[in-house]
């Protein structure tokens, strides 16, 4: 099993490397039974309150090392900071952390955004055999709290 200080020593390299300040993450490791099933990371940045619900930058989701699957994630850039490059940016430091503990597959379960997605390099789930193998990975999703709708999208990483 990874340990929750290699989780946490991943996660703050890949929000630094894309310019984040540690000061603005916020890490939360799910339990069951004392081990960690699944880890979840919410992290903010331009406020100093990250108790606040809506703040002007925020990303957060499930990393799932032992189901190999990040998910039931939220991206949200408020004016006026869309359109300089934070969005993408959040992207690329999850993913970053996915492929650094072996997480193979992104899934966004609410697209309100597909353009942004697409060009993100995210598809439809539905139409993509790998959904058939998340559902052997992963035995009853609904049961492990994972949610999809008919917007969902996915990509696949590479893992060494
Ligand atoms: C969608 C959203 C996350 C994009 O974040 P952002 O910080 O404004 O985007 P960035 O500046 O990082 O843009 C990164 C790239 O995506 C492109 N892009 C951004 N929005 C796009 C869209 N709607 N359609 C196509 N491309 C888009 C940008 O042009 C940029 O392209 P580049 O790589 O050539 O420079 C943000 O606008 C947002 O939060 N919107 C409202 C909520 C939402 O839709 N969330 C997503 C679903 S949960």
Redesign the pocket.
Known sequence: MISESHIDSVVRDAFAAEGFANENLRLDHFRRDGAIVSEVLYASCGLKNLSSVHPPLFCSYQLNPALRLSYNG????RDP?????????FVHARERICTELGIDAVV?N????P??W???GYGRLGLRPFFGEWKTRTGDMRAKGIYLSVSSRFKRLSVQ
Do not use: S
């Not at 939220?74 to 850039?77: D, K, R, V």
């Not at 900071?81 to 940016?89: E, H």
């Not at 609410?110 to 955004?113: F, G, K």
């Open positions: 939220n991206l949200h850039i900071f869309c359109g300089k490059g934070y969005g993408a940016a966004i609410l697209c309100t955004n353009g942004f697409k060009h993100m």
